[in-house]
């Protein structure tokens, strides 16, 4: 999955930037397709509750209870520092380093750098899409289940996270700008056989703080553009707090005894 992203926004246009004997800087040319695929993230973004709303807190905290797994969640949302306790693991991102007590046994993926902020990651989009060397194309409407679907494919460039090779497809209800799916690929353990087949349903979502929060996620299988059975893994949200301030940062940080992995 993915990894820490930083905030930008790319221009349409080609433009030289001169200031204080600072180097001319050429911008990305964006397609038709990208423009368009801006264009339906950032109102998304908007009927979610607006990148500047979400930009203005400092952190994130909730309960989540995943497949019979009751975790509490903290991330800073700048730099995407993060703790989770659940009942038989600790688990937490310095900025540098993934770590967790006692082991990764008990963690999803049995990896750290895996989980770390696999779940925040989720519920935080659409407003993470806005990191830098994230890509969106406008894929046009689809019909899924005899519904129709805005669609927005995302990449990552090359340079970003561990598993730059993940494709997202963003479904988004046309009458609310909201968005109903997700489908996915996650290529962190086999780049070679990874393949869109799992598909998250959004929904019971909650206002929080003028920003619209998932309460619930299920995972179905995705086969040939459909949603199939369902795999009996979902994640329910509670609890949701954004912080003006995180009063205790040491959360963060490496404890001792603790296996860590590099990011």
Not at 25 to 31: A, V
Not at 145 to 163: A, C, D, H, P, Q
Not at 199 to 213: P, T
Request: hydrophobic share 35%.
């Amino acid at each position: 999955m993915l990894k820490t992203f930083q905030i930008s926004i790319l221009s349409a246009f080609s433009v030289l930037v001169m200031s204080c004997g600072t180097e001319p800087k050429e911008t990305k040319i964006l397609s038709e397709e990208e423009q368009k695929g801006q264009e339906l993230l950032d109102k998304t973004i908007v009927a979610h509750g607006g990148l500047e709303r979400w930009n203005s807190f400092e952190g994130l905290s909730y309960n989540l209870l995943n497949s019979g797994k009751s975790l509490y969640q903290i991330t800073q949302l700048k730099d995407r520092r993060t703790y989770t306790k659940a009942a038989d693991f600790e688990l937490g991102f310095d900025g540098k380093t993934a770590w967790v007590l006692p082991d990764a046994e008990n963690v999803p993926g049995k990896s750290a750098a895996f989980y770390y902020n696999l779940d925040f990651y989720f519920v935080a989009i659409p407003f993470v899409l806005k990191d830098e060397g994230v890509n969106a194309f406008y894929e046009g409407l689809t019909k899924i289940n005899e519904k129709e679907y805005e669609t927005l494919k995302i990449t990552f460039g090359s340079e970003v996270g561990f598993t730059p090779e993940d494709v997202y497809y963003l479904y988004i209800d046309p009458a609310t700008s909201m968005l109903e799916i997700l489908v996915y690929s996650v290529s962190f353990f086999d780049k070679e056989s990874a393949s869109l087949n799992s598909a998250k349903v959004y929904s019971e979502w909650q206002e929080v703080e003028g920003i619209k929060m998932p309460g619930k996620m299920q995972n179905f299988k995705w086969l040939d553009g459909e949603i199939g059975e369902d795999t009996n893994h979902d994640r329910v949200f509670s609890d949701y707090k954004f912080l003006k301030e995180i009063q205790d940062k040491q959360l963060f940080e490496v404890p001792e005894g603790a296996v860590t992995e590099a990011i």
